[in-house]
């Protein structure tokens, strides 16, 4: 064995994507670099036989991409399969494809340098958009220019089920074409350098239950194929050859972490019911449809949140209403779920859009964006509205309007809705009865004038991850003030329970399905207020029901009245733990470890 074989432990920190641990042997994926040659062409006859050589390339990729869409539609695959239209896009951009073929005819370089030169070219751009999410589009771009080199390499396009059983996949980033065939159980979990809260693999890898970490950063650097990984997704670390000793904690961790998941499924069906009988409706978040059997087995009992806005990325084209319809039609009416809450759409500020109507904004998140951006661009709007009465038809349904702020927007959109009612029913298509109307109470003016709010909709949904940024002054995306984040802030517990006081006295539902809903710490504390729904990511369910149903309304009163005594963030928190840790030490035991 050469020194350069000894075998080295790295323990690389990301972001959990997708919670539970798995160690096993690592698969990188597409390693492509050790494919590729570049040569300059010393005849000219040659360019355009490289030039026909690139175009093969390009036909044969795109077939391999229809084939893929078609095997995914097939299977039933992931719902963004339209992001595999947006690779054949790519492969037939003009651009792209003149770009490539320019640098065969000037430069005398063979395809695979030429498109490593279109590459960069476009890297170029992108690496000057300021906008996050479009830069990371770039990735799509790299992907289908990996896909070429792939088949003029004469390699065929490796595909997970090509990797055999029991692996981590170790990728710079994957695409929803590869995470999808994941489904056929061989991966173990899988790890990558790239990805963010709006990577499509983040979402996915959650959706199918995968344990997985992004944002390693340096992970394909460091990780050979075979050497022994743990992937541990719920705290997002990555460990590369560990030692024994590591193995054996983190077998332990598993294990618990395993007997606990059976534990909380165990109960996961039964109603979230207090031992003093008070009742709370338990909903899952979604952002895909595929995650509604993972919702339903975790205990959701509706959803709580639809987050619609993910139907709009990637596309060049804006969704039609049919898309709209369809996507919806796949949520409402589900067995096994008794109501679904659509959200329209929240575009802009932290999420997403190719859409030069949103324009690049200083800052974002106070910018134009959800129920703002629905009001100045109503036609699209209406297309959004048409296919959720339409859906409406097919099951329990509730419409959510995002950051209202104040009375005109809410009542503006109700005009709207009305408007596009009038319009489907004078056309006899049959529409959905008594939906329940709602706004989220996720912007602080919203609070304060709540009363009135109230006088309006059938219920509210506090989005904690918006009302503690706008009221504590936070970007939520900005990791640097992270610390300030905190939704057991003495403000924040008084903003919640305003909504609910006023909500009640009015007569409605007050739900929650910010993240606070499904952090278990808090859960107590929202008995204590009385919330009338929790909805939360479907993996969080199993345990925060576990606690309600261990919990009484009386001592959840008693510990709120105690915190609501105090003065910080802090104390609070500390309190607030170890008063959960006491009362449910097995569902706690990483607080005491710091
Ligand atoms: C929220 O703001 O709490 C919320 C649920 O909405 P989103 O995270 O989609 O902004
Ligand atoms: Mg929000």
Same mark, same amino acid.
């Given at each position: 064995?050469?020194?350069?074989?000894?075998?080295?432990?790295?323990?690389?920190?990301?972001?959990?994507?997708?919670?539970?641990?798995?160690?096993?042997?690592?698969?990188?994926?597409?390693?492509?670099?050790?494919?590729?040659?570049?040569?300059? *062409? +010393? $005849?000219? @006859?040659?360019?355009?036989?490289?030039?026909?050589?690139? %175009? =093969?390339?390009?036909?044969?990729? &795109?077939?391999?991409?229809?084939?893929?869409?078609?095997?995914?539609?097939?299977?039933?695959?992931?719902?963004?399969?339209?992001?595999?239209?947006?690779?054949?896009?790519? *492969? +037939? $951009?003009? @651009?792209?494809?003149?770009?490539?073929?320019?640098?065969? %005819? =000037?430069?005398?370089?063979?395809? &695979?340098?030429?498109?490593?030169?279109?590459?960069?070219?476009?890297?170029?751009?992108?690496?000057?958009?300021?906008?996050?999410?479009?830069?990371?589009?770039?990735?799509?771009?790299?992907?289908? @220019?990996?896909?070429?080199?792939?088949?003029?390499?004469?390699?065929?396009?490796?595909?997970?089920?090509?990797?055999?059983?029991?692996?981590?996949?170790?990728?710079?980033?994957?695409?929803?074409?590869?995470?999808?065939?994941?489904?056929?159980?061989?991966?173990?979990?899988?790890?990558?350098?790239?990805?963010?809260?709006?990577?499509?693999?983040?979402?996915?890898?959650?959706?199918?239950?995968?344990?997985?970490?992004?944002?390693?950063?340096?992970?394909?650097?460091?990780?050979?194929?075979?050497?022994?990984?743990?992937?541990?997704?719920?705290?997002?670390?990555?460990?590369?050859?560990?030692?024994?000793?590591?193995?054996?904690?983190?077998?332990?961790?598993?294990?618990?972490?395993?007997?606990?998941?059976?534990?909380?499924?165990?109960?996961?069906?039964?109603?979230?019911?207090?031992?003093?009988?008070?009742?709370?409706?338990?909903?899952?978040?979604?952002?895909?449809?595929?995650?509604?059997?993972?919702?339903?087995?975790?205990?959701?009992?509706?959803?709580?949140?639809?987050?619609?806005?993910?139907?709009?990325?990637?596309?060049?084209?804006?969704?039609?209403?049919?898309?709209?319809?369809?996507?919806?039609?796949?949520?409402?009416?589900?067995?096994?779920?008794?109501?679904?809450?659509?959200?329209?759409?929240?575009?802009?500020?932290?999420?997403?859009?190719?859409?030069?109507?949103?324009?690049?904004?200083?800052?974002?998140?106070?910018?134009?964006?959800?129920?703002?951006?629905?009001?100045?661009?109503?036609?699209?709007?209406?297309?959004?509205?048409?296919?959720?009465?339409?859906?409406?038809?097919?099951?329990?349904?509730?419409?959510?309007?995002?950051?209202?702020?104040?009375?005109?927007?809410?009542?503006?959109?109700?005009?709207?809705?009305?408007?596009?009612?009038?319009?489907?029913?004078?056309?006899?298509?049959?529409?959905?009865?008594?939906?329940?109307?709602?706004?989220?109470?996720?912007?602080?003016?919203?609070?304060?004038?709540?009363?009135?709010?109230?006088?309006?909709?059938?219920?509210?949904?506090?989005?904690?991850?918006?009302?503690?940024?706008?009221?504590?002054?936070?970007?939520?995306?900005?990791?640097?003030?992270?610390?300030?984040?905190?939704?057991?802030?003495?403000?924040?517990?008084?903003?919640?329970?305003?909504?609910?006081?006023?909500?009640?006295?009015?007569?409605?539902?007050?739900?929650?399905?910010?993240?606070?809903?499904?952090?278990?710490?808090?859960?107590?504390?929202?008995?204590?207020?009385?919330?009338?729904?929790?909805?939360?990511?479907?993996?969080?369910?199993?345990?925060?029901?576990?606690?309600?149903?261990?919990?009484?309304?009386?001592?959840?009163?008693?510990?709120?009245?105690?915190?609501?005594?105090?003065?910080?963030?802090?104390?609070?928190?500390?309190?607030?733990?170890?008063?959960?840790?006491?009362?449910?030490?097995?569902?706690?035991?990483?607080?005491?470890?710091?």
């Amino acid at each position: 064995m050469y020194p350069d074989d000894a075998k080295k432990t790295f323990v690389l920190k990301g972001m959990g994507a997708s919670p539970g641990i798995v160690m096993g042997k690592a698969y990188l994926f597409d390693r492509l670099d050790s494919l590729i040659s570049f040569y300059t *062409l +010393n $005849d000219t @006859a040659l360019v355009e036989a490289e030039i026909v050589r690139f %175009r =093969d390339a390009v036909a044969k990729s &795109e077939k391999e991409l229809l084939e893929v869409k078609n095997k995914l539609s097939s299977i039933g695959g992931i719902e963004p399969s339209y992001i595999i239209d947006v690779h054949i896009m790519i *492969l +037939n $951009d003009g @651009a792209f494809m003149n770009n490539t073929m320019q640098c065969i %005819r =000037d430069m005398f370089v063979n395809a &695979e340098w030429a498109i490593r030169m279109t590459v960069d070219k476009y890297r170029e751009i992108f690496d000057k958009v300021e906008d996050d999410y479009l830069r990371k589009r770039f990735n799509d771009i790299q992907y289908v @220019a990996q896909m070429i080199l792939r088949n003029l390499a004469g390699k065929k396009l490796e595909t997970v089920e090509d990797i055999g059983e029991g692996v981590i996949i170790i990728a710079q980033d994957l695409s929803p074409a590869d995470t999808a065939q994941m489904k056929f159980d061989q991966v173990l979990g899988f790890a990558t350098d790239v990805g963010g809260k709006t990577s499509h693999t983040a979402i996915v890898a959650r959706s199918i239950e995968i344990p997985a970490v992004i944002g390693l950063k340096t992970l394909t650097k460091v990780v050979r194929t075979n050497d022994d990984v743990i992937v541990d997704g719920t705290s997002g670390v990555v460990i590369v050859n560990p030692d024994p000793e590591i193995l054996h904690r983190y077998e332990e961790k598993k294990k618990l972490e395993r007997e606990g998941k059976k534990e909380y499924l165990k109960h996961a069906q039964l109603p979230a019911v207090t031992l003093d009988q008070y009742r709370v409706e338990i909903g899952g978040n979604i952002e895909f449809s595929e995650e509604i059997p993972s919702a339903i087995a975790n205990g959701a009992e509706g959803i709580g949140l639809y987050r619609t806005e993910y139907i709009y990325i990637n596309r060049e084209q804006l969704p039609t209403e049919e898309d709209h319809f369809a996507s919806y039609r796949r949520v409402v009416g589900v067995e096994g779920l008794a109501w679904s809450t659509i959200r329209t759409f929240d575009l802009g500020g932290d999420k997403f859009f190719s859409d030069p109507k949103l324009a690049k904004e200083m800052n974002p998140q106070m910018g134009l964006r959800a129920i703002r951006f629905c009001l100045k661009e109503v036609d699209l709007f209406k297309v959004q509205l048409r296919a959720i009465l339409r859906s409406a038809a097919y099951g329990k349904t509730k419409i959510l309007f995002p950051m209202i702020s104040g009375i005109e927007e809410i009542r503006e959109a109700k005009s709207i809705l009305h408007d596009v009612k009038r319009e489907l029913t004078a056309a006899d298509i049959p529409i959905g009865e008594d939906i329940e109307i709602g706004i989220m109470i996720e912007v602080p003016s919203a609070v304060v004038i709540a009363d009135e709010l109230a006088k309006e909709v059938d219920f509210f949904s506090i989005g904690t991850n918006d009302l503690i940024q706008y009221a504590l002054a936070i970007d939520r995306i900005n990791d640097r003030v992270s610390y300030l984040y905190e939704p057991l802030h003495p403000a924040v517990l008084r903003l919640v329970k305003r909504v609910v006081d006023v909500g009640h006295a009015a007569g409605i539902r007050v739900a929650m399905c910010g993240e606070m809903a499904g952090d278990p710490v808090c859960t107590m504390i929202l008995l204590g207020l009385e919330l009338d729904e929790l909805s939360m990511h479907p993996l969080a369910i199993p345990k925060v029901k576990k606690i309600i149903r261990g919990a009484t309304v009386k001592e959840s009163k008693e510990l709120l009245e105690k915190v609501m005594s105090f003065q910080s963030s802090v104390e609070i928190r500390d309190y607030v733990e170890d008063f959960m840790q006491k009362r449910f030490p097995s569902e706690f035991p990483e607080i005491d470890q710091g």
